[in-house]
Structure formats: structure tokens, C-alpha cells
């Protein structure tokens, strides 16, 4: 099923078929057999993902009755969020799965639960096709998001139903613990988070912090959290049967309730997707026990992938299916052999931290070394402690609300140090570094790396890890012989963004729009790549005009580089010391020309009218 997910699409016409047909050719081979059956079923799953996926003009207006299934986003006068139709007036093709709506307006107010009578503009998703950075139409996919809407009429909008169901008890969840850990901070939102899986009040600062030390897992709920609560459940299940007035099985109530303790915290977070694949695989190896089915566990892991990925091979686009079941993989092979204790705790968490190293670089293009020495130290008190105690005072805040009030506060306020210590050492110089990402001959390289970090103590040639897992950090494109150049022309949207690299020198034009709420194209384009490239100086920053689709990113690249010297056709705000753009300027570097053909010295001009128009010539060209 991976295959047929993540083969490349220029390959797909004649690899798939040829997969697929392998049973034909090989038909005692049940292995060979079994994978070619995984790649139909892969691709029936896909058609019929596919399917869902409207063939609409973006100019038509459809009725759209719908249920809202997530909490709202809101800010800067619009509303963003998630439904899932009930029925499209006069649609003829399959309804979509979830639809993504934005209603630039803050009336009416939709919340979490309601069923809904919305005008919408329908269109199909769609991300930037760019080699680094965050990958918005694969992040729809595995939400299930089929459709994006934006509300046609605020006035014709209808609630047709009030808030119920799962969305309606999580909101009024959230909405009380608002109202306990007001002025709480960062502390307050990462409680949310937590709790209900909503972070959407975490800052950039926050989320800074969290990707610098490494330890963004621990406040994602998903197979941490949830074999946590397993774990919890199963002790306790245990303590109840032991105190039962009647015999009963012992191990089967304590599986009972871990999987109960499982089922309950997955829908706290709404059932998000990362819950669904961690809850089932506890419900997997539970039932499996349960039914007294001897499996070993690398055939139970196999099991519980294979469903997950047959009920929705979406999951094989996102970094939670492989970072998950990587790590199952490598705690099950480093602890194989080795005593419990501290010292067996250190070695686990450096084979973490370096044997997820290349899945890392893949999927977010940066590696947080101190991930090593900050998960060792906060991972224990986090998990056995602070998560605990969060989940029992929010648990007993209906009936308690005077004891789970000031217990919550407290918890806030140390969520908020950690968040501060964390900056703090942030400032003082940790953090992420860029990974190249890895081709062939480093994905070997990698695979024997792994392969030699589990291997047991005594194996030859174990120090050698770390030399080829290096070669992924320090490791870098080769830059243009000189007199040569490389320019890459980022999609951003509306609005620009190019890089243009020669021998020693990057000149960056344009950097993509900005939205509202502080947003900019630049933070998941135009900045990822350059980090992607291991680049910490840009030498020369053109903005060709002062519009907002051109100088949007100028602050998200002030935050992240030095820069150098700075040209534009406009006068800009954020950088008061720009020099104009004037036709006649020219210069050379490492071999490569360049001068400005617009716009003219001495005429009075602005907007695009006052556009910079560079001319590059390299090698003739």
C-alpha cells in the first residue's frame, strides 16, 4: 500500500500496473502476492478518496447543509472551520468527506456542533508545489478535507440545529477551561492542548521552543499520550478486579479499561486522526489478547499498520504514521537485551533521537539535537506526572471544581517556566539544525546507521553510526561552479519569490504575500527552503515593489537571516534604510552580471509602475 501511495506520479502509468500484475506472473509466492494485493487495494482506496473530490467552478454558489465538527479558528474578522455536509442542493457527485470552510466575517458566529445552512464556493484542494516547507494539500488529505469553501453571503447563512454531540461537549470543555486559567499564558494554552488536543492559542514563540528542544510530540496527543492512558487504565483495571466482590479475570478487566482509558482521551481530542491510529492500535493488541492470540510483536505491528493503512492509506503522506511506528520499531529492537535503569534509559533515547533523524529531515527538514538531553529530562516528569495530574484535576472539575481550579493554575504555571526555560535556551543557542535531505546513497547510509545503533553491544563497526548519520547534517548541495548560477522561483501564491545562488553570494527577490494575523507565505515557503539549503546569510534582498504579495515575508526573513544589502522600487517600512532600484546600476559577482533595466533615475513613480527589473547574464545566457 505504500507503494501505491507514495510512488511518484511520473512512475505510476507503468510501475503500478506492473505490480499489481505480479500475482500472474509468480503465483505460489504468497509474499510477492500479498504485496501486489496491497498495492490494488491501495489504489481501489484511492479512487474512491479521489472520488470525493468535486469537479466544480469556483464561481458557482452551492447550498451546503452541514455539521461543524471543529472548533473554530478565529481572528482579524473571519472564521475558519471544518465541516462535514449532510447535503449539497442540486450536487451530483459523491459529497465530500470534510469540507474546510473560511467565512470572512465574524456573523454569524459558527460553533462547534451546530448543523448549518452555508453558501459556499467549492473547490478542490490544493497546496504550493514547492521542494521544502509545509505541504498544505497533504495535510488536507490526511484530515480527510475533500473541499475548501469560502462563505458567498454571511446573510444567507442559516444554524439549523443547535450544538450537539462530541464538537459541542469539547467546546464547552475548552470554553471553562478558558475561563479557570485566564492570564495563565502559554501555560494555559498547552493545558488545552493537552486536554482537548487545541492548540490553537499556542504562539510561534511556543511553537519555537517546542521544535528547538525536540519535544513537539509531547503536546500532540497521539501514541504517547494514548499508551500512556492505556497504561493508567490497565493498572487501575487491575486494582478494581482485585477489590471486586465476585471473581473475575484480573487481565481481561484491566484490558477492558485500558482500552476504555484509550477510547476516553482519543475523544477529548475529537477523535483527531493521530488519536484514531494510536487508539486503534490499542485496541488491536488489546482484543488480540483478549482472544488469547499468541502474536509476536513485530507480527502485531505489522497487523495494526496494515489496518491502519487499509482503513485510510492517507495516513502514509503525514510524519505521524512513520515517526510513530519507527519509534515502536526502535524501542522494541534497542531495549531487546539491555537491563532496565538509567543507563538503558539514556541509550533508548539517543537511538530515538538519532534513528528518527533521517525521517525527521524528510518530513520537516530539520533535526533538534538537544532533543536528546531535554526529552531524557522532561519525558518522565511530563508523561508520569504533569499529564497525569492534568487529565485527574480536569476529570474531577465537575464535581470538584474547587480542588481542580487552583490544581490547574499551578499546572499552568509550570507549563508556562518550562516555556520560558526553554526560550531561554533557546536564545542561548539552542537550536534546530537543517538536514539535507537524504538521496540514495544517503538513504543507506541512514538504513546501516540504524541498523548498527540496535545492534547489541560488541558489534563491529557500531561507532560508525554516528559518522554516516553526521553526513545527513552536515552534508550540503554543491554550490555553482563560478560564473554559473542556480535560481529557483518558489510558488507563494499570489505574489513572488526567487533565490538566486551563484559560487558565494544568495540574492533572494521578493518574498510572497502576508495574510492577517501575522501570517506570511515566506514562513512555510520561501524560509524553509533557504534553511533547507543550510543558508544563514541572504547577501542581497530585492523587493521589486512595496504591494503586500511582494514585501509580505520581509519580517519572517528579519527574524531568521542576516541580511545584507537591501533594494526596492518602494519605499518600505519594515526597511527604512532600503536603497531605490534605478535602470543603469550593474555589478558583478562570482563571475555572474547583473543590472537593473527599470525603473528610471529621477522619475517619480510607484506601486508596480515602480517595479525593479533586474537583468542576470551567466555564461552567455
Excluded at 313 to 336: E, H, Q, T
Aim: hydrophobic letters at 50%.
Amino acid at each position: 500500500m505504500a507503494t501505491a501511495v507514495l510512488i511518484p506520479v511520473v512512475h505510476a502509468g507503468w510501475l503500478l500496473p506492473t505490480i499489481a500484475g505480479l500475482p500472474l506472473l509468480a503465483t505460489s509466492a504468497r509474499r510477492l502476492g500479498a504485496f501486489a494485493l496491497g498495492v490494488w487495494v491501495a489504489l481501489v482506496l484511492q479512487g474512491q478518496a479521489i472520488d470525493h473530490r468535486p469537479e466544480v467552478s469556483p464561481r458557482a454558489v452551492w447550498t451546503v447543509t452541514a455539521r461543524v465538527v471543529s472548533l473554530p479558528e478565529t481572528g482579524d474578522g473571519m472564521q475558519r472551520v471544518i465541516v462535514e455536509p449532510v447535503a449539497i442542493d442540486g450536487w451530483q457527485q459523491r459529497l465530500p468527506r470534510r469540507i474546510r470552510v473560511s467565512h470572512y466575517d465574524e456573523q454569524p458566529e459558527l460553533a462547534a456542533g451546530e448543523v448549518w445552512q452555508l453558501p459556499l464556493r467549492l473547490r478542490r484542494p490544493r497546496g504550493f508545489s514547492n521542494p521544502t516547507g509545509f505541504d498544505y494539500e497533504h495535510w488536507l488529505a490526511g484530515q480527510r478535507v475533500d473541499a475548501l469553501g469560502v462563505v458567498a453571503d454571511g446573510r444567507r447563512c442559516q444554524r439549523l440545529r443547535a450544538a450537539g454531540g462530541l464538537p459541542a461537549w469539547r467546546a464547552a470543555l475548552v470554553a471553562r477551561l478558558d475561563a479557570m486559567l485566564e492570564g495563565a499564558g502559554q501555560g494555559g494554552a498547552l493545558i488545552k492542548g493537552l486536554v482537548a488536543g487545541d492548540r490553537r492559542d499556542f504562539s510561534d514563540r511556543t511553537w519555537g521552543v517546542l521544535r528547538a528542544s525536540g519535544t513537539s510530540h509531547l503536546v500532540a496527543i497521539s501514541g504517547l499520550h494514548i499508551g500512556l492512558l492505556a497504561t493508567l487504565g490497565y493498572a487501575l483495571g487491575r486494582g478494581i478486579a482485585g477489590f471486586a466482590p465476585t471473581r473475575i479475570d484480573r487481565r481481561a478487566a484491566a484490558l477492558v479499561m485500558a482500552m476504555a482509558a484509550a477510547a476516553g482521551y482519543a475523544a477529548l481530542s475529537g477523535f483527531a486522526l493521530p488519536t484514531q491510529r494510536a487508539l486503534m492500535m490499542v485496541v488491536l493488541a488489546g482484543g488480540v489478547a483478549l482472544l488469547g492470540i499468541r502474536l509476536r510483536a513485530a507480527s502485531l505491528l505489522a497487523l495494526v499498520a496494515a489496518v491502519v493503512v487499509a482503513l485510510d492509506p492517507a495516513v502514509l503522506l503525514g510524519a505521524g504514521f512513520w515517526l510513530s511506528f519507527g519509534a515502536v520499531v526502535l524501542i522494541s529492537a534497542a531495549v531487546r537485551g539491555y537491563q532496565r535503569g538509567v543507563v538503558a534509559a539514556i541509550r533508548l533515547q539517543w537511538v530515538l533521537t538519532l534513528g528518527l533523524m533521517p525521517l525527521t529531515g524528510v518530513f520537516f527538514g530539520h533535526w533538534s539535537p538537544a532533543g536528546w538531553v531535554v526529552n531524557l529530562l522532561v519525558l518522565p516528569v511530563f508523561t508520569l506526572v504533569l499529564v497525569p495530574l492534568i487529565l485527574a484535576a480536569t476529570a474531577l472539575l465537575p464535581v470538584m471544581p474547587s480542588l481542580s481550579t487552583p490544581v490547574l493554575q499551578q499546572l499552568a504555571g509550570v507549563l508556562g517556566a518550562m516555556i520560558e526555560g526553554g526560550a531561554w535556551l533557546q536564545a542561548h543557542g539552542m537550536n534546530v539544525l537543517p538536514l539535507a535531505s537524504p538521496g540514495l546513497i544517503g538513504w543507506v547510509a541512514a538504513i546501516v546507521a540504524i541498523l548498527l545503533l540496535v545492534a547489541p553491544a560488541g558489534t563491529p563497526g557500531r561507532g560508525l553510526a554516528f559518522a554516516l548519520l553526521a553526513m545527513l547534517v552536515i552534508a550540503q548541495p554543491e554550490p555553482p561552479s563560478r560564473g554559473a548560477l542556480r535560481v529557483t522561483w518558489l510558488e507563494v501564491g499570489q505574489g513572488n519569490a526567487a533565490v538566486i545562488e551563484t559560487r558565494s553570494r544568495v540574492t533572494v527577490v521578493d518574498t510572497g504575500p502576508a495574510w492577517g494575523r501575522g501570517a506570511a507565505a515566506a514562513d512555510f515557503t520561501l524560509v524553509p527552503f533557504l534553511e533547507s539549503k543550510g543558508i544563514e546569510r541572504i547577501d542581497h534582498l530585492i523587493v521589486t515593489h512595496g504591494d503586500r504579495d511582494h514585501r509580505g515575508g520581509v519580517r519572517a526573513l528579519q527574524g531568521r537571516f542576516d541580511i545584507d544589502r537591501v533594494e526596492a522600487g518602494d519605499p518600505l517600512a519594515d526597511l527604512p534604510g532600503a536603497q531605490r532600484c534605478r535602470a543603469g546600476r550593474q555589478w558583478r559577482q562570482d563571475g555572474v552580471s547583473y543590472r537593473y533595466l527599470w525603473p528610471p533615475a529621477g522619475f517619480s513613480l510607484s506601486g508596480n509602475k515602480a517595479s525593479c527589473v533586474l537583468l542576470v547574464e551567466a555564461a552567455g545566457r
